[in-house]
């Protein structure tokens, strides 16, 4: 069986990471066993980070890799149906909310709304250790979103992009019950996990604004939250 390892859950959420989210919805979607197992260390994944799966002795990580791995070893097509155009057309989507969306994401949990994440994941180490611990990694955070590049906006220029990428989703979902159509796809996996860890958490943003103005982006991650985790 399949072992999938993840975050613990928090912000009343599936998973605090949106790549632990999609990965899960990439096994319900499949009809594959797994268990979860819970690693509140991303250290111990096999790219220090995670999820990751240990599927038959062999680890992978990273839920792009894992997705690749699923389709080959199980001869799945998570986009079965699609037309070239149109698996290009989620291939576009899937990179802007992970290359992209999911900075914007980071930078509102890990600076804008330090207190409230803080708390969250440290809130149980010892005093000594809950003082010196948590700067640290969010000073490795801001580092990561300065080498990306969108840690040298603005407040406010950040929260545009994403502004603009919660339009572009909303647009291209239109009236459709799934991303691309009829049937859920791989991309499904991906917005859905995007917009429920916005929509979903106690972050609050003018991104989580604008989502939550585009009511097929909220029917969307109520319907799908429904099928994949009630």
């Not at 929509?199 to 003018?206: H, Q």
Request: aromatic residues 10%; positive net charge.
């Amino acid at each position: 069986m399949i072992r999938l390892l993840q975050f613990p859950p928090a912000f009343n959420l599936p998973n605090p990471s949106p790549f632990c989210i999609k990965v899960e919805v990439l096994l319900k979607m499949a009809g594959l066993p797994y268990e979860t197992v819970i690693v509140p260390d991303p250290r111990k994944g096999p790219k220090g980070k995670l999820p990751a799966i240990e599927d038959d002795g062999q680890v992978v990580g990273d839920s792009e890799l894992i997705r690749w791995h699923l389709e080959r070893k199980y001869k799945l097509d998570f986009d079965r149906g699609l037309s070239e155009t149109e698996r290009a057309t989620a291939h576009a989507f899937a990179r802007l909310l992970e290359e992209r969306t999911y900075w914007v994401m980071v930078y509102n949990r890990w600076i804008a709304n330090w207190p409230i994440l803080r708390d969250t994941f440290f809130g149980r180490l010892p005093p000594v250790v809950s003082s010196l611990v948590p700067p640290l990694i969010q000073r490795k955070v801001r580092g990561y979103l300065n080498a990306q590049g969108l840690g040298r906006h603005t407040d406010a220029e950040i929260y545009e992009m994403g502004v603009r990428d919660m339009r572009a989703i909303a647009a291209q979902l239109g009236d459709r019950p799934f991303f691309m159509g009829n049937e859920p796809t791989g991309i499904d996996a991906t917005v859905f996990a995007t917009v429920i860890s916005i929509t979903g958490a106690p972050f609050e943003s003018p991104v989580k604004d604008e989502a939550r103005r585009h009511a097929n982006l909220v029917d969307y991650s109520r319907r799908l939250r429904a099928q994949y985790f009630a």
